[in-house]
Every structure is written in C-alpha cells, then in structure tokens.
C-alpha cells in the first residue's frame, strides 16, 4: 500500500509539473498573439492559462491515476473503461464551466444571464468536447502504458519459468552426474571396510544431499540459512571425500535471516569449484563463504586442472540469468587467476507469480486481439473528439444559418458506440460475450451428434 501510495504521488508531482510549465508556456505564446505586454494583461493571461492547464490537466491526471488504482487496465477493462467515461465527463463539463464563468463573468464581464447564451454555448460546447478529447488521448496512453507494461511482466515471467527449469534441470544433472555418483560410490565403499562408523555417516549426509535438493527444486527462492546449512552438509560431503584437501569456511549465523537466495546456487557453485580445480593434500582447494554488503561472496583458490578441457560455464549461466531475471542486481564474478570469486545478490522477497503452462494460448491471443480493437477505438474516439468542434467551428463560421454539424456528431457517434459495443463484445440484441456463448452453443450441439452417431 505505501509504495502504491508514493507511485501515485510521484505521478502527480510529474503532472503538476507538466502542467506548470504547460501554462507558462502557453501563456507566452496568447502574451504575444494578443500583445498583453502590460502588468495587468500579462497577470490575467497567465491566470487564464493556469485556470485551465491546472483545473483540466492536473484535475484529469489525477482522476486518471486514483483511477487506477481502483481498476487495473488490463484485468478490469470494462470497469476501468466505463469508470473513466463517466468521471471524466462529469469532472470536464463542471470544471469546463466553472473556468468559463470566472473568465468571462468575472474577468471579461459579461452579463450572468448571457452565460448559456448563443455566443457563449458554443465556447462552452467547443471547450467541452476539446478537453474531453485530450482527456480520452491521456486515458488512452495510460491504458498502452499499463498493456505494455502487463505484457512485458508477463514475458519476463515466462522467461523466469524457462531459466527456472533449466538451472533445476543443471542442478539434478550435476547432483546425478555419474562421475560424481562414481566418486562417492567409491569412498562409500572404501569407508565401509576400513571405517563403518564413518561409512554411515557419509551415507546420511548423502542422503540430505539428495534430500534437500528434490525440496527446493520448485521453489524460486529460498532463505540464506537453508542454503548455508545445506552448504554446510555438502562440504562435510565433500570433507569425507577429500579430507584435508578441502578447506572451508562458511559462517554460522547471517545478518538478516529474512534474506534469500537462488536455491541450490550454492551447490552449483562449490561442485565447479571441486570440478575445475586440483584437489589434493600438497594444494588444498579453500573455499570460504560470507557476507559482504548485499551479497554472499563464494570465494575458492584456483589451481586449475590441466587435463579438464574447456568450461561450459552452463551451470554458472544459469545461476546469472535467473539472477537477472528477477532483480536488477546482477551476479558479479570475479577471477584474478589466483582466486574466484561469485558474489550473489541477497533479496528480501520475490512478487508472486502465476505461471501459465503455454503463454501461446487462446486467451493469450484474445487478449492481444482485444488491445488491437481497443487501440483503435481510442484512436477512433481521440479523433472524433478533435475533428468534431472543428467541423462545429468551419459551421458556425462560414454557413451559420444551417447547422449541418449535427449529421456527423450522430453519424459517427453512432458508429464510435457501436465499436465500442464490439470492442467489449457486446450485441445489443443479443447481449454480452454472445460470440463466447454462441460458439459454446455451436460446440455442444456438435459434440450432441457425434454421440448420437
């Protein structure tokens, strides 16, 4: 709630902003077209463009960003959409008039009754259907912002899902990869004949090993002291296995026990560790765990393997994309050819997320389908809203005598509500989503005769 709460006033402070400097400029340029260049001119020019740009540009702003945060763009469209036509036009209409008296009752001093008079209707009507129109381009362009935005998390989340299952896939082929099996089916053996007691041990540590990689192989992330107790585990693993040709040092308590971490990194990590280097009692591999700021520093000496080949650097990959994937810090690595070093961003908390299985599904593609009608009936609305006091302007203008303004108001008005009706998939005969409920019809009736056959 409070960072909804500081994204709201931030809009605002944007807006006000705009349309500050919106009304100085505006001012300049009627200061110079009318030639107010006296205290006084200049003062009511400025106060006539303020009255608008702030009564109009900052009020809609604000309707529009409460708005939604009522209503979200794309999950409640129809609400959103309904909520903005109604708000907007009952704010602009009042807020157009009540401009318009301080203007020219005040200011300009005209007569009271002469407000709703022949003249002044139409600078009434005129103003009207202008700010409605700019206000519909502002609600437009907050709908694309959110769409484009909705879109974008819902592609990065298929990502997280893809590089998810990749690095769980690297981690179980790491923990299954038959050398490592190999390895650790021969201390095993080794250690039952010549220590039982320790054989038993390296058994139930092997077993936690495989234990706690099936538990955190479906989550996204996972505290740091379950990480570190799991290191712990392995290194007591690999300590069985090497004995004192493996150093580590990893520590007991953390600063924060809300933080987390990618699962199973670490594990990634101190396997390469052992993989790519010498592991020996005349070069022991030290491998030291501890925090530093916000990340968790993994750090090994290098004695590299000269018969190893090249890396792949696949599970180290994985680690990295996830990382990045989920927050703007990324994954720091760090080689000096005497020590790695990985640094891992330490977080607080991951936004919950709703997987789909097939992102190329139908209601993916109706909802794009959807956003391409919506973004013409926007556009089809944006320019009504400016070529119709146009016509009513080119009208009153040169043929007052016949108001022939009238046939495009209802004519294209009619066609901007029945597009609107399509848009939302409304038949005014024969009611709303009647597609959905027609081809439900049309597929329950053929499933009917084909079981009758």
Avoid at 152 to 181: C, G
Wanted: glycine share 6%.
């Amino acid at each position: 709630m409070k960072t909804l709460n500081n994204n709201f006033y931030n809009k605002i402070k944007k807006d006000f902003i705009l349309c500050t400097k919106l009304a100085l400029v505006i001012g300049i340029i009627f200061i110079i077209i009318n030639q107010q260049f006296s205290l006084k001119g200049v003062g009511l020019t400025f106060l006539i463009s303020g009255m608008y740009s702030f009564t109009l540009g900052l009020g809609n702003g604000i309707i529009n960003e409460f708005l939604n945060t009522k209503w979200d763009w794309v999950k409640e469209t129809n609400q959103r959409v309904w909520a903005g036509i109604i708000a907007t036009v009952l704010y602009t209409v009042i807020a157009v008039l009540i401009i318009h008296y301080v203007q020219y009752i005040y200011i300009f001093g005209y007569k009271v009754e002469s407000f709703f008079g022949e003249t002044l209707i139409w600078v009434h009507l005129f103003a009207i259907i202008f700010s409605l129109g700019v206000a519909a381009f502002l609600h437009a362009k907050g709908f694309m912002d959110n769409w484009k935005s909705a879109m974008t998390q819902e592609s990065t989340q298929q990502q997280i899902v893809a590089k998810t299952e990749t690095a769980k896939f690297e981690s179980l082929k790491n923990q299954l990869d038959p050398h490592f099996l190999f390895n650790s089916l021969n201390v095993l053996t080794s250690l039952i004949g010549e220590n039982p007691a320790q054989a038993e041990k390296f058994t139930t540590k092997l077993s936690k090993v495989y234990r706690y990689v099936l538990e955190q192989r479906n989550k996204d992330l996972v505290p740091i002291t379950e990480e570190l107790n799991f290191a712990k585990t392995y290194m007591q693993l690999l300590g069985m296995r090497f004995e004192d040709a493996v150093k580590f040092n990893i520590p007991d308590t953390v600063s924060n026990n809300e933080l987390k971490i990618v699962p199973l990194s670490l594990q990634l990590l101190l396997e390469n560790a052992v993989k790519h280097n010498v592991v020996s009692s005349s070069k022991p591999l030290e491998i030291s765990i501890y925090e530093d700021g916000n990340y968790l520093i993994i750090e090994n000496n290098i004695n590299p393997k000269e018969a190893i080949g090249k890396s792949t650097k696949v599970g180290l990959q994985n680690i990295a994309d996830r990382y990045g994937l989920i927050t703007q810090k990324g994954v720091k690595i760090e080689n000096d050819n005497k020590t790695f070093k990985v640094s891992l961003p330490l977080l607080y908390k991951m936004n919950d997320i709703m997987y789909t299985d097939d992102l190329e599904n139908s209601k993916y593609v109706k909802a794009v389908e959807r956003v391409e009608k919506l973004k013409e009936f926007y556009q089809n609305l944006v320019s009504y809203c400016l070529v119709i006091p146009f016509l009513i302007f080119i009208n009153l203008r040169f043929s007052p005598g016949f108001h022939w303004f009238w046939f495009p108001i209802f004519g294209w008005g009619i066609g901007l509500v029945f597009h609107f009706l399509e848009v939302n998939n409304y038949n005014i005969f024969l009611g709303k989503n009647w597609e959905e409920r027609k081809i439900k019809e049309m597929m329950e009736n053929e499933n009917q005769q084909k079981r009758g056959r």
